[in-house]
Nanobody, 123 residues
């Protein structure tokens, strides 16, 4: 059984940085697509960053150049480095494991989800 536990969220001022981590158990990182999604208050869940099994990455336009997704085989974790944070980045952030090796922006393509970690950015 796959379990995902996010950590690293918090409250920072605009322009600051945070690093989110997703501890993975029951699954070896890298054999399927992994991703970070977020859900701002009152809005739909949206994809933020994708990490393909071949280590190619993709980012939502709103975070491109500011966020970086990566995995650590030794620790079996997925991370999201977030720089130059903006108030509009405020959301609950979730890590997810895909159903297959291919990546998609659709949350229906992901079979396992963490509980989320809250990120709040003040102006």
């Amino acid at each position: 059984q796959v379990q995902l536990v996010e950590s690293g969220g918090g409250s920072v001022q605009a322009g600051g940085s945070l690093t989110l981590s997703c501890a993975v158990s029951g699954y070896r990182v890298g054999s399927r697509c992994m991703a970070w999604f977020r859900q701002p208050p009152g809005k739909e869940r949206e994809g933020v960053a994708l990490l393909h099994i071949l280590d190619t990455t993709a980012y939502a336009d709103s975070v491109k150049g500011r966020f970086s997704i990566s995995k650590d085989y030794a620790k079996n974790t997925l991370s999201l480095q977030m720089n130059s944070l903006k108030p509009e980045d405020t959301a609950m952030y979730y890590c997810a494991v895909g159903r297959t090796g291919g990546c998609s922006w659709s949350f229906d393509s992901y079979s396992d989800w963490g509980q989320g970690t809250q990120v709040t950015i003040s102006s």
